[in-house]
């Protein structure tokens, strides 16, 4: 079962604009993951955000983590067409070390 | 250095055949996973191995499925009897240790006809 969900489920936007991503989630956890995916294949880390943290950035990237509404959103700041890909948010339940994910986020970032 | 490997990349089979396939974690990666992912779908957990043994085989859907780890390092998953709903992209990925971020490797996309 898929314990977090994306929102929206797609986004297309201008190639310079920002992209919000959200994801929600059911279950306690020690911490929430981000990844980007290409084409279907490899998923390629983003940033791993923890539980007694509120934000983290990293380059162009910004998180944030809301424990007590169990939700986290995925900030990409002056996006470029490279950015286009599904983006999935990931965690880990319970102090499992399986990671569960969500469906995604397709975005797509137009020239 | 060299990210997680997996091969083939790409198998096809037909429904009944037994298939295993392969995968190559980062050297030193303690941690490794095995997630299976069906089209417009996130990755769903199979199994996860510390070391030599799996320590959570609960994302198994059925005795059909079973993967090894026999010397901590390379792993195969195996399916005995497959069937046309076995298709999907089979993603492994290793951490070096418990509870941090997953390499991922680029997948073996199985067909079973």
């Known amino acids: 079962s898929q314990q977090g969900e994306e929102d929206p489920q797609a986004l297309s936007i201008q190639e310079g604009e920002n992209a919000t991503m959200n994801c929600s989630y059911k279950?306690?956890?020690?911490?929430l993951q981000w990844y980007r995916q290409n084409s279907g294949r490899g998923l390629v880390h983003l940033i791993l955000?923890?539980?007694?943290?509120r934000e983290k950035h990293s380059g162009r990237l910004r998180v944030t983590l809301d424990t007590s509404k169990k939700s986290s959103s995925l900030l990409i700041t002056a996006s470029r067409a490279a950015d286009t890909a599904s983006y999935f948010c990931?965690?880990?339940?319970?102090?499992?070390?399986?990671?569960?994910f969500g469906q995604g986020t397709r975005l797509t970032i137009n020239p | 250095g060299a990210g997680v490997s997996q091969t083939p990349s790409n198998k096809v089979t037909e429904k009944g055949k037994y298939v295993e396939l392969r995968c190559d974690p980062i050297?030193?990666?303690?941690?490794l996973y095995w997630y299976r992912q069906s089209l417009g779908q996130g990755p769903e957990f199979l199994i996860y191995?510390?070391?030599?043994?799996?320590?959570?085989d609960s994302g198994l859907p059925n005795d059909r499925f079973f993967a090894v780890r026999p010397e901590g390092s390379v792993s195969t998953l195996k399916i005995q009897r497959t069937e046309r709903g076995d298709s999907a992209v089979y993603l492994c990925?290793?951490?070096?240790?418990?509870?941090?971020?997953?390499?991922f490797g680029p997948g073996t996309r199985l067909t079973v006809l």
């Open positions: 990925a290793s951490s070096p240790y418990p509870g941090n971020e997953q390499f």
């Open positions: 279950t306690s956890i020690n911490n």
């Open positions: 955000i923890r539980s007694n943290e």
């Open positions: 990931a965690t880990a339940p319970g102090g499992a070390q399986k990671l569960v």
């Open positions: 050297s030193g990666h303690t941690a």
């Open positions: 191995f510390q070391g030599t043994g799996a320590a959570d």
